[in-house]
């Protein structure tokens, strides 16, 4: 049975920083690239990092490029989400999801707010 766990958010002040991680069971962890969203109630799912499985290559969406880093331990099982220097408009419910997978957690809240 596959498992996706988010954990990591929390209420930070803007200028803070946080660090989400996503553990997950249930199929080859290392065979898939890792993707990281975010969701505003009544709103899509927006993808905002993506890292690889060929030399942990990332990708960013240009509205967190430069502040968020996304890395991994396969030997964990877990990826990362390091964020830094949040503001108000980082806050959203985050999600990790493998690609090309049907696979999702239920997020994580992120609140930035002074």
């Known amino acids: 049975q596959v498992k996706i766990v988010e954990s990591g958010g929390g209420l930070v002040q803007p200028g803070g920083s946080l660090t989400l991680s996503c553990t997950a069971s249930?199929?080859?962890?290392?065979?898939?690239?890792m993707a990281w969203y975010r969701q505003a109630p009544g709103k899509e799912r927006v993808e905002i990092a993506t890292?690889?499985?060929?030399?942990?290559?990332?990708t960013y969406d240009v509205s967190v490029k430069g502040r968020f880093t996304a890395s991994r331990d396969n030997a964990k099982n877990t990826a990362y989400l390091q964020m830094n220097n949040l503001q108000p408009e980082d806050s959203d419910v985050y999600l990790c999801?493998?690609?090309?997978?049907?696979?999702w957690g239920v997020g994580t809240q992120v609140t930035v707010s002074a």
């Open positions: 999801h493998p690609r090309t997978t049907s696979f």
């Open positions: 249930g199929y080859p962890f290392s065979d898939f690239a």
């Open positions: 890292i690889g499985t060929i030399r942990d290559l990332q």
